[in-house]
């Protein structure tokens, strides 16, 4: 058998032709805090003044002095000056909350937030307005006549004064209720900053017909382009956004149904089912790899009766005897990883000696002199393996650090630890050499020598160098945060792509991440590098130092900023699907000429998932389901799904071919991203490998105690 072809997601498709201060909502709500417990000091003094003092006993009696005659005007008057210092400090908190968050729509309507031009001086005028409408004529006519009784007891003066005194307490009563009330709006406009969600769409029927689906325009939704959750994120919201989530997912659901039929007609065990022609396709090895690949994705979708059928050949036909040489990363990121998904999901022990089989064959590849992987091994003769060549004979930094999760895994179901050890080898070698590029890699690596040398210069997020990044994280998750090395390397490269990569297009300042080669920026973005919006915002939310420390934040902001500029590649096309690689310069960006093909790929769809999935925030789901509309009115044939050969070109059809990680991926992110009832836990239970087949973190095997 010849060699499988050496074209993978991760290496793309070779052969087509300002730091800021800012204040943190915990800070809001503290200086808030203290502005309004100074407010609130300032009237219990004035309330205990007005209440404690006896104006009557001190102007009738027996001439006294004038300071004393006019004791009950002069401590109304403390209390009223009392209440006015308190409120402008009060109001000093408020207008530094104001300056720093856009408060929602309510807030100023009712009238709580008092300064409405933002002047300190409106406030005491408002808040003893509310006590009385009159008070500043009533206490300045009580002065003018005070004075003027001199050393007499006036009964008009005392008779006004002990009015005015009973028509104060009502209201300095419910003054506290006031504060209290306007506290609560103040978190909430922190908290929820905006007003409600307007966005939502109508709920799906059962027989929604997409072929008439026309994609939407782009620019739209520019609230989200700064990063930012414009729009309150209540529990009425989520609820809202969950129930008409529901109402899409039976339509994913009914595409991979679709699909799968189509595999089963047409290719099953074999692996790839060509979506035009019908043929079946055996272009990696012939594992089966759609059917292992597609495996948990059945099973998270509820289709058991399709799991079980896929579980029924890797029983019976699934042998690793016959294959010649593959693709470590490929192989490991869709067939191990699928069968270890499927094991870990349904606890099946005939995935786990698949996987077993299959494992102790690819291992081999670490048996370089330096412990980085060859990129393929022969899985019928292990002792043959080699780099690509096609990569100049160099080691890949994408593939090399892309196994981990798996191995890792697999040691931990099997107790062989060498699968661990050897995959986990690869970024002990790395991590020394990481300070030489600010934290990032080139992404050839020389690894026949035990010295580790780089190939190139080229450093990207994107094909070749994107899922090292993101196994950073998602090793140190999958060992319980427990494993420091990994998080520290993952810090770094973040701290690296922030002061070396990131930049923001003209004129609508869309955030990107631009490749570098030999110290010059390439200012062009992949379709790839997608997935870091949603790396980013897991990264804020397990960051050790927390999510309100300013790390956190900065990567929070951005990976959001992110999410909106790969939406925009897709809303920005006639098919309104993302091209390839977009390329970053006169308005903003276009789709690069060499790359205007859209492979079914899934990472921005990833990254809406965990954005939604940790943010509750329901654009992703709207931006999601445009997404699939356009999938389905633009890939979908009679057969299953295929790519296109030019996103601009809306009339023109699919082509005959399907990747089996538009099943393993994009299906399974689009319908976890409308199942608001998954038993997905990112933050807590799972971790996803490249290929999005989940599985439990250690510390949850080992409380089912299932190793």
Request: glycine fraction near 8%.
């Amino acid at each position: 058998m010849p060699p499988v072809r050496a074209l993978g997601r991760r290496r793309g498709q070779p052969n087509r032709s300002h730091s800021q201060w800012r204040l943190t909502q915990r800070a809001l709500l503290v200086l808030v805090a203290i502005g309004v417990s100074v407010f609130m000091v300032g009237l219990i003094l004035g309330s205990h003044l007005i209440f404690s003092a006896s104006a009557p006993e001190s102007l009738t009696e027996g001439n006294p002095k004038s300071a004393n005659n006019h004791k009950g005007v002069h401590d109304l008057m403390l209390a009223s000056a009392a209440i006015e210092a308190a409120a402008k400090k009060a109001q000093s908190a408020v207008a530094a909350l104001k300056h720093k968050v856009a408060l929602p729509r309510r807030f100023k309507r009712d009238g709580a937030n008092a300064a409405d031009a933002g002047d300190h001086h409106h406030v005491p005028k408002t808040i003893m307005k509310a006590l009385h409408p009159d008070h500043e004529l009533i206490m300045k006519d009580y002065a003018r006549k005070a004075a003027a009784s001199d050393n007499e007891t006036s009964k008009d003066l005392q008779q006004r004064l002990e009015e005015h005194k009973k028509n104060l307490r009502g209201p300095f009563t419910n003054m506290v209720d006031k504060i209290n009330h306007a506290v609560q709006e103040v978190e909430h406009a922190v908290m929820d900053n905006k007003g409600p969600f307007p966005y939502f769409g109508t709920p799906v029927s059962e027989t929604h017909d997409f072929s008439t689906y026309k994609p939407l325009g782009a620019d739209r939704f520019a609230e989200w382009k700064d990063g930012s959750t414009p729009y309150a994120i209540t529990d009425e919201i989520r609820k809202q956004s969950d129930d008409l989530a529901r109402t899409r997912r039976v339509h994913v659901k009914n595409a991979m149904k679709h699909a799968w039929k189509g595999y089963k007609a047409h290719a099953f065990g074999q692996d790839e089912v060509l979506p035009i022609s019908g043929r079946g396709h055996n272009n990696w090895g012939g594992m089966g790899t759609t059917l292992v690949d597609s495996l948990d994705t059945l099973w998270l979708m509820g289709l058991k009766e399709e799991f079980w059928e896929g579980r029924d050949w890797v029983r019976d036909h699934l042998e690793h005897d016959h294959v010649n040489s593959v693709s470590v990363f490929e192989t490991t990121i869709r067939s191990l990883g699928g069968l270890l998904s499927a094991y870990d999901w349904s606890g099946d022990k005939v995935f786990l000696e698949k996987a077993q089989d299959l494992g102790k064959r690819l291992v081999r590849a670490f048996d370089s002199p330096s412990g980085i992987p060859y990129g393929q091994v022969s899985l019928s003769h292990p002792e043959s393996h080699n780099n690509l060549g096609w990569a100049g004979g160099n080691a890949i930094l994408s593939e090399a650090g892309t196994l981990q999760v798996e191995f890792r895994y697999l040691a931990r179901a099997t107790g062989i630890t060498e699968y661990a050890t050897k995959s986990e080898r690869v970024f002990e070698v790395m991590e020394p050499l990481q300070s030489k590029n600010n934290g990032l890699f080139p992404y050839y690596i020389k690894n026949k020598n035990k010295e580790v040398k780089f190939g190139n210069a080229k450093i990207t997020f994107g094909a070749m160098g994107d899922s090292i990044y993101e196994y950073m994280l998602k090793i140190w998750l999958q060992g319980g945060k427990t494993e420091p090395l990994y998080r520290t390397m993952y810090d770094n490269a973040m701290q690296g792509m922030h002061e070396m990569l990131l930049q923001y297009s003209k004129p609508s300042n869309l955030a990107y991440i631009a490749d570098q080669n030999s110290g010059n920026l390439d200012h062009k973005m992949d379709h790839l590098v997608c997935f870091m919006g949603g790396s980013l915002v897991l990264g804020a939310y397990t960051d050790p130092l927390g999510l309100d420390s300013e790390r956190a934040q900065r990567d929070l902001k951005v990976g959001k900023q992110l999410a909106y500029t790969c939406y925009q590649m897709y809303a920005r096309t006639k098919t309104g699907i993302s091209p390839e690689v977009v390329r970053f310069g006169e308005h903003d960006f276009s789709t690069d000429h060499g790359a205007p093909f859209y492979i079914l790929r899934p990472e921005t769809v990833e990254t809406f998932f965990i954005l939604n999935h940790l943010t509750g925030d329901p654009i992703y789901r709207e931006w999601g389901w445009e997404v699939f509309q356009s999938i389905e009115r633009f890939c979908k044939t009679k057969i299953a799904y295929g790519s296109l050969h030019d996103v601009n070109n809306d009339g023109q059809g699919p082509e005959d071919r399907m990747e089996s990680f538009f099943l393993a991926e994009t299906m399974k992110y689009l319908y976890l991203l409308q199942d608001p009832d998954t038993e997905i836990d990112i933050l807590h239970k799972h971790v996803f490998n490249t290929e999005a087949h989940p599985v439990r973190i250690f510390s949850e095997m080992d409380k089912a105690q299932t190793v």
